[in-house]
């Protein structure tokens, strides 16, 4: 420890003893939030209805507004959220979205569009998606694009469909898909579920892909190697050039998943070092809300021999200068979403780009590397790094000195949450054991990650003097360490009243 280093402590919160009444327990006949006022016209009469109406509720509780208000409030306080802190979450870029993003996709003739209104009553919307198609192509550096894919897994399959089907087109599909070790976790589901053999390709010492090994199995019948780039080690692919060339020497096709793609916007476009289709992830990297399982947005851009087999509809000219729907594609993949993809995405993730402007964008890549490798400066003494490699966006430690004690990367997770943060991303990537992946983004301000640096380093010293604190934690929470396997077999999902 420095001579300058402070110690933290962790964060005192005020957190409800097991004890103290939930919201439906503190129910009482007679309480109400509301009062209506009396009547002015004749009622309804429901008998009609018959078994339509529905009964009073069983066990509804009666509760005054304050009660309900202080109710929700106090749970939003027990939440993390980005107006808390950072997400060190790494692969998933958890950074914060302006709150311009949130007012444009609520105004008016964009927040209450419909979609099943003709073209003609939808050519604002549709130039929006055009014109956030026009940005994500140049950004990429690919030809043709769909924005219709819900999420990033979503996006590999499209990709994936769209790969298949430019082979079938040549007359043969070919049998088998090349994912690395080093890929992220949906690509061998993506590749199983559009028909191919999974093949594992695995990871040289600096983590990236031996070309020498990919020149051995990048056989005849291998449809494409999925590549994520920088990959899960937050690693950069340097000879994705020699990848790209020895892929398509073969016959196949280079997928790249654009997760990652924080580290390359506005320095590098994977259709410039050979990528054939690739999809993004507006909820990621064009910072769209990300969490509770959606929306996400995932479109996929692809080279220009890609492009008949898009997804339908697809934007193109109309009459007048108008735009309109096109269906008439005898190629196409067919829909792979209802209607054109999540909307209020499109428009979070345009007006996000255009807030930035080119210069901006490249900024908050630099910035965003620039994080990453602080955070990996000022814990590699104190936690092991695997892999000497240069870090981009992220950067990835392991427990290794840690299990000596009986601490892995769990606990100190846990333990973190005591310090006032969002754990890392926990034993991912799977190549490296006890992994433990950190990815601030550019949101982080330097004293943000001063202070969750401090937590790192707190929680080292503590697995080295009092090992069992770690492993119990967290100890702050209003509840504590539970059992994970029972939580996952025996999940309780709805209160119930006492004795029912």
Known sequence: MSENETTPTPRASRHPTQNEPLLFERSAPGKRGVQLPPLDVPAADL????????????????????????????????????????????????????????????????????????????????????????????????????????AGAHGEMTGILLARALLASRGNARRAILIPDSAHGTNPATAAIAGYEVRNLRSNAE???????????????????????????????????????????????????????????????????????????????????HGGGGPGS???????????????????????????????????????KAFYGNFGMFVRALAYIMANGCDGLKQTTEDAVLNANYVRHHLRDVYDLP????????????????????????????????????????????????????????SAPREELDEFIAAMRAIAREVETDPELVRSAPHSTRVGRMDEVRAARQPILRWKPAGR
Not at 308 to 315: G, K, N, S, Y
């Open 298 to 336: 995932g479109p996929v851009a692809v080279k220009k021999e890609l492009e008949p087999f898009l997804p339908v509809p697809v934007i193109v000219p109309g009459v007048g200068g108008a735009l309109a729907l096109d269906y008439d594609r005898p190629q196409s993949i067919g829909r792979v």
């Open 207 to 289: 983590g990236t892909v031996d070309v020498a090994d990919l020149d051995r199995v990048m056989t005849e019948d291998v449809a494409a190697l999925m590549l994520t780039n920088p990959n899960t080690l937050g690693v950069f692919e340097e000879d994705i050039h020699k990848i790209a060339e020895l892929v398509h020497a073969r016959g196949g096709l280079l997928y790249m998943d654009g997760a990652n793609m924080n580290a390359l916007v506005g320095r590098a476009r994977p259709g410039d070092f050979g990528v054939d289709v690739m999809h993004l992830n507006l909820h990621k990297t064009f910072s769209t809300p």
């Open 47 to 150: 008998s009609q209805l018959g078994g339509a109406v529905r009964a009073e509720i069983a066990d509804f509780p009666e509760l005054s507004e304050l009660e309900i208000v202080r109710h929700y409030t106090r749970l939003s306080t027990w939440n993390y959220g980005v107006d808390t802190g950072i997400y060190p979450l790494g692969s998933c870029t958890m950074k914060y979205n302006a709150r311009i993003n949130e007012r444009v996709a609520a105004m008016e003739g964009l927040g209450d569009g419909h979609p099943l209104q003709p073209a003609e009553l939808s050519q604002g919307a549709l130039r929006l998606m055009r014109l956030l198609s026009e940005y994500l192509l140049e950004i990429t550096g690919m030809e043709a694009i769909t924005l219709q894919p819900a």
């Open 387 to 442: 892999y000497p490699t240069p870090s981009m966006h992220e950067c990835v430690f392991s427990d290794k000195r840690q299990t000596a004690q009986g601490v892995r990367t769990g606990d100190i997770a846990k333990r973190l949450i005591d310090y006032g943060f969002h754990p890392y991303t926990v034993s991912f990537p799977l190549i490296v054991h006890g992994a433990m992946m950190i990815e601030p983004t550019e």
